[in-house]
């Protein structure tokens, strides 16, 4: 089992910048992948950005590319996004997930374990 914790949602103008912060705990050594995800209010979950545990290396969705940044903190089992840039399209609930998947998975059924998710409001 592994437990995820998201933080850091908020409203803020378009333009701005919000950073959100997921920590993990419980068998989070055979993670491969934590990936952010969101969805607005009708549509379908989606999408936004993962790591690879081990290396660090990142993938994004198109449309926020140059605009988000995924980091992470090994010792601390934490993953970050960095949202700058902001628009009002950007407006969802953001969910960290957990997988122990390879490949560059970058659909929802292809993660195990999921935070509680947290909002970004992004007012025009």
């Known amino acids: 089992q592994v437990q995820l914790v998201e933080s850091g949602g908020g409203l803020v103008q378009a333009g701005g910048s919000l950073r959100l912060s997921c920590t993990a705990s419980?068998?989070?050594?055979?993670?491969?992948?934590m990936a952010w995800f969101r969805q607005a209010p009708g549509n379908e979950r989606e999408f936004v950005g993962a790591?690879?545990?081990?290396?660090?290396?990142?993938y994004y969705t198109d449309s926020v590319k140059g605009r988000f940044t995924i980091s992470r903190d090994s010792a601390k089992d934490t993953v970050a996004l960095q949202m700058n840039s902001l628009k009002a399209d950007d407006t969802a609930v953001y969910y960290c997930?957990?997988?122990?998947?390879?490949?560059?998975?970058?659909?929802?059924?292809?993660?195990?374990?999921w935070g509680q998710g947290t909002q970004v409001t992004v007012s025009s």
């Open positions: 419980g068998r989070t050594f055979s993670t491969s992948y």
């Open positions: 997930a957990q997988t122990t998947r390879w490949g560059e998975p970058k659909r929802a059924d292809e993660y195990h374990y």
């Open positions: 790591i690879r545990w081990s290396s660090g290396r990142t």
